[in-house]
């Protein structure tokens, strides 16, 4: 809109400058023959006052007053040849030279007066010199030329209507109309992108599994269009977005629940068998059978424990998203936890710190005592039977983090297995429920960190983990 205005504003501007400049040019060609006439008319009457004639010689004497006047009430250079074309008097004779006027007439001009011409016109108007000169036969009464008139019509005479002032004035009212027009382009463009701006802004807030607000818009236009697809979109991925969670949550359910039948499997046939064993020797056998009870108690109550703890560990992998947020101070937990463990174990654990400050990190305490349990016992496991087990635990401040490594000297990770570690259910060891690692990487995760290892064969793996440090 401003482009057009501009654009309509140089048009109207050229077209009222050109016009401007073709109406001085008539108005003043219309002016000189004005005050050509009136000269002429002035020229004659005085003629007729002095008896009609004027001997062709006298003429410079007679009318030398009359020309000085005229010239000054007209504003104009007026001269007089003789018939010749000869130089006899004029107004101001230093003009005769600024104009450039010859001090003989024109042949051509002689000729056509000569011919009968009422006038002869030299126009110098469109060149440098910039003049217009009018010739004419000074007449007696009777009608016999006396004398030659001539009269120069200086451009720089000229009566000319300022064409800038009618610009400046087009400017000023084109200035009111930028501004209308700035403001009309502002409301329109913003009624049109507001509604794209709030349906952006939306879109960035989408949350999947959230209430997401649709937009209201009472227009029917195109962007009322807009709107109602938006909002169809919404509805559609609401919908989406629920039977995605509602499959998942099913699947997961039956991921675990199946977990959950093969752990409790596991121990279970053994437990058949021992019985089936037991009820044998019994029937068979029952005298020794007192000693036999005793060692299929001591077996049972294993298992018993086993099974308690893979109930254990499945609650509280199942509890995990009800963190408990607390500021904690992560070396101290570290600390007590390698205090427990180092009573029961027979592996040597030592823990360091490198840190600057004292950090805490925002976690639940419950799920972080885990994460040291899980890893530490890990590794205590991955040591081999009659080897020195050692295990590092180091805690170092890097910048907003604290990192975690636990490092043990035992068997490492194959590299078959590294891709599957975090998987839930995956384990090699005949006790494992395969949920330690997993739920490691959702607490840490949850917690706002990550959770990586390195392992060389034979010599060892280390676990790391980050979390960021709070304020
Ligand atoms: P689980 O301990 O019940 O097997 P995890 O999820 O804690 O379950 O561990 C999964 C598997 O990762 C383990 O069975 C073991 O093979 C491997 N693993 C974990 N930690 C270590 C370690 N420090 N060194 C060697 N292997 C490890």
């Known amino acids: 809109m401003i482009a057009m205005l501009l654009l309509s504003f140089l048009v109207s501007g050229g077209i009222a400058y050109y016009d401007h400049y073709e109406q001085n040019e008539r108005y003043n060609v219309l002016r000189f023959e004005r005050k050509e006439k009136s000269i002429r008319a002035s020229m004659d009457y005085f003629l007729e006052q002095s008896g009609g004639f ?40 230093e003009r005769l030279d600024s104009l450039r006027l010859s001090h003989r007439v024109n042949y051509t001009i002689l000729k056509q007066l000569s011919s009968g011409s009422d006038r002869a016109v030299i126009d110098q108007s469109h060149t440098l010199e910039d ?23 200086d451009r720089s005479d000229t009566e000319s209507k300022d064409v800038w002032s009618f610009i400046a004035e087009l400017g000023q009212s084109y200035v009111l109309l930028f501004l209308l027009a700035s403001i009309a382009a502002y409301t329109v463009s913003s009624y049109i992108s507001r509604p794209i ?63 959950v039948a093969h752990e409790i499997k596991n121990p279970l046939t053994p437990m ?76 040597t654990i030592t823990l360091r710190t490198y840190l ?39 805690i170092r401040q890097c910048k907003t983090y604290l990192v975690v490594r636990v490092q043990d000297n035992g068997v490492g990770i194959p590299e078959h297995y590294r891709p599957r570690l975090f998987v839930p259910n995956f384990t090699t060891k005949s006790t494992g429920t395969g949920l330690g690692l997993a739920m490691v990487k959702n607490i840490i995760e949850l917690s706002g960190g ?14 790391y983990f980050s979390l960021p440090t709070a304020s």
């Not at 004497?61 to 250079?77: C, G, R």
């Open 131 to 153: 003049y217009t000169v009018a010739y004419w036969y000074f007449k007696d009464i009777i009608g016999k030329p006396i004398a030659i008139t001539c009269v120069a019509y």
């Open 54 to 93: 004027i001997p062709p010689d006298s003429v410079g004497i007679e009318m030398n007053a009359k020309l000085y006047e005229l010239s000054d009430v007209h504003n104009l250079f007026i001269a007089i040849y003789d018939l010749k074309g000869d130089y006899i008097t004029s107004s101001k004779t």
């Open 272 to 347: 058949k068998l021992r019985l089936q064993h037991l009820e044998r020797s019994w029937k068979d056998n029952p005298e020794h059978f007192d000693q036999k009870l005793e060692r299929f108690c001591a077996s049972m109550t294993e298992q018993i424990d086993t099974l308690t703890r893979i109930a254990d560990e499945f609650s509280h992998f199942a509890k995990m998203p009800r963190a408990l947020v607390a500021r904690i101070d992560l070396p101290a937990l570290a600390a007590g936890v390698v205090e427990s463990f180092g009573t029961e174990s027979s592996v």
């Open 197 to 259: 701006q709030i349906i952006a802004e939306r879109l960035k807030d989408i949350e999947l599994g959230k209430r997401n607000e649709p937009i209201s818009w009472k227009g029917r236009n195109e962007i009322g269009k807009l709107v109602d697809e938006y909002n169809r979109m919404l509805s559609e991925l609401e919908r989406s977005a629920a039977t995605l969670a509602r499959q998942e949550r099913e699947s997961a359910w039956r991921e675990m629940a199946r977990q």
């Open 356 to 394: 600057i400050n004292q950090p805490v990190v925002l976690a639940d305490r419950d799920q972080m005592v885990r994460v040291f349990n899980n890893l530490l016992a890990n590794a205590i496991q991955a040591i081999q039977p009659g080897s020195v087990g050692c295990v590092d635990i180091s």
């Open 450 to 463: 990550h959770v990586w290892f390195k392992s060389r064969e034979g010599r060892g793996a280390s676990f």
